[in-house]
């Protein structure tokens, strides 16, 4: 009977042992994340006033902010401007921009100088995410190359902020479009 025991314990433990090996991750190395390039993106909309052309530059301002409203509202805009007729324009777009709800941190307002016409200049940076092409996966592979490539890809090109990403900051930012 004592013989017995020990042989089944003997097999119990070969058992477990074996169930515990059996299920431990022993081959291949850990899925390494994608280097990606960030870059900023300067996009700027100039309106020079020409012969007292106030009237349609405003509609051609008003025009370019209503089509690239939530780029806009999302990442934010400076107005520059050079001469009286255009400040009157500034302060319209800036109006425009609040009643849309954007938030006024992201946006600024400068005169510049040394300009010989009167012009008004709308910009705004967008970071923009520059990732590897990726090959595809081949399933008895697995582990080897760069497994996580298209979905790590798909997460940078899906943020609105990057650059937030980047420098570490983790907060939620929500943009919602103001109902009307």
């Keep these: 009977m004592k013989t017995s025991q020990k042989n089944t314990t003997a097999g119990l433990m070969l058992l477990l042992v074996s169930a515990i090996t059996a299920c431990s991750q022993s081959s291949g190395p850990s899925v390494e994340g994608n280097s990606v390039l960030v870059t900023p993106v300067k996009y700027e909309y100039t309106v020079v006033v020409k012969n007292n052309a106030s009237r349609q530059a405003t509609r051609e301002i ?29 302060q319209k777009a800036y109006g425009w921009l609040i009643s849309r709800g954007i938030l006024l941190e992201k946006m600024s307002m400068t005169s510049l100088e040394n300009t010989n016409d009167d012009r008004i200049i709308l910009s705004t940076v967008i ?54």
């Excluded at 609105?160 to 570490?168: C, E, I, R, T």
């Design 62 to 90: 008003l025009a370019y902010m209503e089509k690239n409203e939530q780029q806009l509202l999302a990442h934010g805009v400076e107005i520059s401007w050079q001469g009286s007729k255009t400040h009157k324009i500034a």
């Design 127 to 180: 970071h923009q995410v520059q990732s590897p092409s990726c090959n595809y996966s081949i399933i008895s592979n697995y582990h080897h190359g760069n497994d996580g490539c298209f979905p790590d890809s798909m997460r940078w090109q899906s943020m609105v902020y990057p650059d937030n990403k980047l420098a570490g900051k983790g907060r939620l930012s929500i943009v919602s479009p103001v109902v009307r």
